[in-house]
């Protein structure tokens, strides 16, 4: 049986709805049609794609590394047959959690301003990437060391890193803290696309428990609850605050890298544009 691009589209759809019953649904095909999908390209390749039972569902490593390679592959296919609009077609720009901070207005207006038939679409995915690396979106804003293969990556800025702890604890009573003051506290993790790991502490003094969230949403209700305390980035604090949460500058901690991120095999046209009025407003303080 040969591998076809729709094999592959299927594939993303397992992927993406964490099991074949809802992928049916999305594609709307049978149930036993997307399983015979998805048996046929683990025949092909050799390697067991996915863990799955009545009430399991979970990506194995090759399956993890084959989405990667199915998600460039069907992004490059949809760019080659949409070269003559590509500038018309909108970018896509992911992020995790708080776009471009206090620079997101400014580059949103200037950008409208500019280049008006070039739509720019804000997305915000709970992923590492942002949804970059599979093919959700066409660049990402990005924080924090970027390491899947096959992307592009550009500095924009660093952000201070700011202590996220609830607002009527003893903590917040100080105008700033350092990683020491919040070692004794539980250190709440986002782990799906979060940057704050045990690796910011040196390693005879970390943080004495973790407590692992899914995304930036349940991290923010966590703390408001006084569960623990966060490490975050300036912009964190300006695009999301919270009544139930004190945000203090950590002054021992390093700054945060904040990158645009992009596939090297199928850049949208735009990118270059991006990129400049990116390093524009941030060189102008953001000012729209």
């Known amino acids: 049986m040969s591998i076809e691009l729709r094999h592959l589209r299927c594939f993303l759809a397992i992927a993406e709805e964490g099991g074949v019953t809802r992928a049916a649904a999305r594609l709307h095909l049978t149930q036993p049609s997307v399983s015979r999908t998805l048996a046929a390209l683990e025949r092909h390749l050799g390697v067991r794609l996915a863990d799955r039972s009545t009430h399991h569902f979970v990506?194995?490593?090759?399956?993890?590394?084959?989405?990667?390679?199915?998600?460039?592959?069907?992004?490059?296919?949809?760019?080659?047959?949409?070269?003559?609009?590509?500038?018309?077609?909108?970018?896509?720009?992911?992020?995790a959690w708080?776009?471009?901070?206090?620079?997101?207005?400014?580059?949103?207006?200037?950008?409208?301003?500019?280049?008006?038939?070039?739509?720019?679409?804000?997305?915000?995915?709970?992923?590492?990437?942002?949804?970059?690396?599979?093919?959700?979106?066409?660049?990402?804003?990005?924080?924090?060391?970027?390491?899947?293969?096959?992307?592009?990556?550009?500095?924009?800025?660093?952000?201070?890193?700011?202590?996220?702890?609830?607002?009527?604890g003893p903590l917040a009573a100080r105008d700033t803290l350092t990683l020491a003051d919040l070692a004794s506290q539980p250190v709440m993790v986002n782990t799906v696309s979060g940057t704050t790991t045990r690796a910011l502490w040196p390693s005879h003094a970390g943080p004495v428990t973790t407590l692992t969230v899914g995304n930036t949403d349940d991290w923010l209700t966590a703390i408001a609850a006084a569960r623990g305390v966060g490490v975050t980035g300036t912009s964190t604090a300006a695009v999301h605050p919270h009544p139930g949460i004190a945000?203090?500058?950590?002054?021992?901690?390093?700054?945060?890298?904040?990158?645009?991120?992009?596939?090297?095999?199928?850049?949208?046209?735009?990118?270059?544009?991006?990129?400049?009025?990116?390093?524009?407003?941030?060189?102008?303080?953001?000012?729209?």
């Open 247 to 288: 945000y203090r500058l950590l002054t021992d901690a390093p700054p945060l890298p904040v990158h645009l991120a992009w596939r090297e095999d199928s850049p949208h046209a735009a990118i270059p544009c991006l990129v400049a009025l990116a390093h524009e407003i941030t060189a102008e303080g953001g000012e729209g």
């Open 98 to 168: 708080s776009a471009f901070g206090t620079y997101t207005t400014p580059l949103l207006r200037r950008w409208q301003e500019r280049y008006p038939d070039t739509p720019l679409e804000l997305r915000r995915i709970d992923d590492r990437t942002a949804g970059l690396a599979r093919g959700e979106v066409d660049a990402a804003l990005l924080r924090g060391p970027v390491e899947a293969p096959g992307l592009v990556t550009e500095l924009l800025l660093t952000e201070p890193r700011m202590a996220a702890v609830p607002a009527d």
């Open 59 to 95: 990506l194995t490593a090759e399956g993890h590394a084959f989405r990667t390679r199915a998600a460039t592959a069907v992004a490059a296919f949809d760019a080659a047959l949409d070269t003559g609009r590509t500038r018309r077609r909108p970018l896509r720009v992911g992020h």
